[in-house]
């Protein structure tokens, strides 16, 4: 970041005269804006966004090649059959039956040193990581579809993505990442609307704060009880074991169970894996899609971009799906009744409670899982309530991190920056543009001592303020540019907020797609942020079109969506109730957005 304040002004053009902004024009910006439902109406969501099915799932191989993973079901089938007769022959080999015979894969007896049996802590907590795991898989995915593309590269150019399971983009150089998305069915995403990330949003960051709260009191109790003994290998024969176990079920000539004594090696592995490893990737990868700690702790962001991060956060997810499925079969298939009461009856035996109880457990489940859409449809201010009030004080906590500058260069430029959002098309907006701008002004008012109303002539005359930051699409794709333009704290010198000014509300030339002015509040602490400026050049030229012209707001701790382009307008308020619908901004007021979004 270069900040010039201690530079001459650019260019030879004095500061236009300054004009006292009316409060008749804050209250034309307010009337201008709509107030969005309390309910979801599927045929008039995001404006109308028509269905839009994806393709199937495909994983590019070389450069250009994509392999169709539906292709992977009749081949792991193919491979699966040829390893159980691979294993059924090797069975017969004598080093072999003698590998086995020194490495049977399990713990030789009780010991005292492993705790008997499950207590009931460990099925209270298994119901209810499997309950919250079924809801943060599925608005996983949903949120997924939003940017159904994944990248190992920092940026998200087009082509250079290794998963997707959308087509490629169209030639439209005006393509926007929201046509992108794709739609689900209603009872595999959640809720399965296309572009209702808002929602999906509340449903995975609310349900993990109660997923990571359920598996620190996990890690508490595995510990303080001796159970950690039951899943952490302590000897390096547990590979051996392992590898005998495998050949074991291949061979389909399956070792004795006894997990109410001790876990065979090959499930010891697996739960350490999943316990230990996964659980706390998926965390790890969450925060690394974070813009405010991303641009905070720029040595972790260096390794950990959120393209890395969204990548292997999606490869955790897949991981959990296939523990969960192989555990389940294996359940299923070595003894029902008795694995049944280990988990829900806190007994070894092969009666029916164990049964009953997980039979119980999973109507709970099933009910839940067909009530999700239609509730978050008919209550998605609820959804939104309850999703903040878990999430939130991580939020405030973290969007008060003051970003550091410097953390890219020229070189890190992405090549490829999607576009987003309605284009402004009011006649207003074309006549700006046929007059290159002439005509432009930025009206800044409200809680101000010197209301003021700034051209681009007066703008461009300002200290100039330049930053290379990344972009946080909260759909998920991401990309680097060079940012030119004022920063807040030299509007803010100019108009002089008054004590009582709370948020920042900017207003856009453009109207949100279910029409109404777009619009988003910022909390006003963070207007003298390093990285918080009203940019007019985009990599050393002046604003795009499709990127926001002729001015858009830099707020590098939050989301893409806050991110206001083709700003018409600035109002200094001490609330934002009564502003729109009253959540904060226009995405807030439609699509159930946060107006906290720095997660």
Not at 233 to 262: D, I, M, R
Not at 302 to 319: C, D, E, N
Not at 353 to 361: K, L
């Amino acid at each position: 970041m270069k900040d010039c304040s201690d530079e001459p002004t650019r260019g030879d053009a004095a500061i236009s005269a300054k004009a006292r902004v009316s409060q008749a024009v804050v209250e034309q910006y307010r009337a201008e804006l709509s107030v969005g439902e309390d309910v979801v109406d599927p045929a008039t969501w995001a404006g109308s966004l028509p269905a839009a099915r994806g393709i199937a799932p495909r994983v590019r191989v070389g450069r250009s090649r994509w392999c169709n993973l539906v292709w992977l079901l009749p081949v792991g089938f193919v491979l699966l059959i040829g390893a159980v007769g691979a294993a059924k022959g090797l069975r017969t080999v004598a080093s072999v039956q003698r590998f086995i015979a020194r490495n049977p894969g399990r713990a030789a007896g009780s010991s005292p040193e492993i705790p008997v049996g499950l207590p009931v802590w460990v099925g209270v907590q298994h119901f209810f990581n499997l309950f919250l795991l079924i809801f943060i898989i599925r608005s996983g995915v949903q949120i997924f579809t939003d940017h159904p593309r994944l990248y190992w590269t920092r940026h998200s150019t087009p082509g250079k993505d290794w998963f997707r399971a959308q087509k490629p983009i169209p030639a439209d150089p005006l393509w926007t990442a929201k046509q992108d998305s794709i739609s689900l069915p209603g009872q595999v995403g959640l809720p399965g609307l296309r572009h209702s990330i808002g929602l999906a949003r509340w449903w995975h960051l609310g349900c993990n704060v109660l997923w990571l709260a359920n598996g620190f009191a996990f890690y508490v109790l595995v510990f303080t009880t001796g159970h950690w003994r039951r899943i952490v290998p302590t000897s390096w024969a547990v590979f051996s074991n392992a590898g005998s176990v495998l050949v074991q079920y291949l061979s389909l000539h399956w070792p004795k169970e006894n997990g109410w004594l001790a876990y065979n090696s090959l499930q010891q592995l697996a739960y350490f894996v999943t316990v230990f490893i996964a659980a706390p990737l998926a965390f790890l990868t969450g925060l690394g899609m974070s813009p405010a700690l991303s641009t905070r702790f720029r040595r972790t962001s260096k390794v950990l971009s959120i393209q890395t991060a969204r990548s292997l956060h999606f490869l955790v997810m897949v991981w959990f799906l296939a523990f969960i499925t192989t555990h389940v079969a294996l359940v299923l298939t070595t003894g029902l009744r008795r694995n049944l009461n280990h988990m829900y009856a806190g007994e070894d035996g092969h009666d029916w409670i164990g049964f009953w109880v997980f039979a119980a457990t999973m109507v709970v489940l099933i009910c839940t899982w067909v009530a999700a859409t239609p509730f978050t449809l008919k209550h998605p201010r609820t959804v939104q309530r309850l999703g903040y009030a878990l999430i939130g004080p991580a939020q405030r906590l973290f969007e008060h991190i003051d970003s550091n500058p410097g953390e890219y260069t020229e070189a890190d430029i992405s090549p490829y920056f999607w576009h987003n959002g309605k284009y402004p098309d009011s006649p207003e907006y074309r006549a700006m543009v046929d007059d290159n701008f002439a005509d432009y002004h930025l009206r800044v008012s409200g809680l101000v001592e010197q209301p003021t109303e700034f051209d681009l002539a007066a703008l461009r005359a300002m200290p100039y303020h330049e930053q290379i930051t990344q972009h946080f699409c909260i759909q998920g794709w991401s990309g680097i540019a060079k940012w030119g333009g004022v920063s807040m704290q030299t509007i803010m010198d100019q108009v002089r907020p008054m004590v009582e000014a709370k948020w920042v509300v900017f207003y856009a030339l453009s109207d949100g797609p279910d029409a109404g002015v777009y619009y988003d509040a910022h909390p006003i602490e963070q207007m003298s942020f390093h990285l918080t400026m009203l940019a007019y050049d985009m990599n050393d030229q002046p604003l795009s079109f499709g990127h926001g012209a002729p001015l858009r707001l830099r707020n590098e701790t939050q989301l893409g969506f806050k991110q206001v382009k083709w700003l018409k307008g600035i109002d200094f308020v001490a609330d934002f109730a009564d502003i729109g619908g009253g959540y904060g901004g226009y995405n807030q007021d439609h699509e159930f957005f946060g107006y906290r979004q720095s997660i």
